[in-house]
């Protein structure tokens, strides 16, 4: 359930594409949806995940600015900028403490040796920055109408891969904790 209110804005978002081919529209209904999508999280939870906030200021500030100059190139980019900035995120927390960010992040229910960690990690920042560069090629290589199939479905499709994949090297590895 997580996972589809995680991705609400964007069908939001698509369905007001697909329904007026409009990617201004588009974005300034996006803007909307995410800011309510984060303000009921933190109505619910009194909290809200870093991703939610980072994309929050990114639809701010590219929808905003694909809505004011008119130009949906500024909200093709927020994947890529999205993407990218967590592959920084996860290659920076390799150099910072001793456990990495997947290994803060899954490291209570897991046990695993220190090299697998750094390679989950690793993986990360690749597909990060690959799920980034994917998007701008599409964005800037085919119609709009493709970009935003590719942006919902194309994305997404990549992301499960990548954790089926990520699942299968896990459990060659994997060590429960009790």
């Known amino acids: 359930m997580k996972l589809l209110f995680d991705f609400l804005p964007i069908v939001v978002f698509f369905l007001v594409y697909k329904s007026t081919n409009d990617i201004i529209l588009a974005t300034a209904v996006l803007i ?3 800011l309510l ?26 929808g ?11 909200i093709k980019w927020k994947p ?3 993407n990218w900035l967590f592959a920084a995120v ?11 960010i997947i290994q803060r992040m899954m490291g209570d229910k897991l046990e695993l040796p220190h090299k697998v960690w750094r390679t989950l990690n690793l993986a990360w920042v690749g597909f990060f920055i ?8 599409v964005a800037f290589n085919f119609s709009e109408d493709i970009w935003v199939d590719f942006k919902l479905f194309g994305l997404l ?21 009790e």
């Open 32 to 34: 909307p949806a995410t």
């Open 37 to 62: 999508q984060v303000s009921y999280t933190w109505w619910k939870h009194r909290q809200v995940e870093k991703m939610h906030m980072v994309s929050l200021a990114l639809v701010v500030l590219l």
């Open 64 to 74: 905003g600015a694909t809505v004011l100059a008119g130009d949906g190139d500024f």
């Open 80 to 82: 890529t900028v999205v």
């Open 90 to 100: 996860f290659l920076g927390s390799q150099f910072i403490g001793s456990r990495n």
């Open 130 to 137: 690959l799920s980034g560069a994917a998007n701008l090629y």
């Open 157 to 177: 499709g990549m992301t499960l891969v990548f954790i089926v994949l990520q699942g299968i090297y896990l459990s060659s590895h994997l060590q429960n904790k």
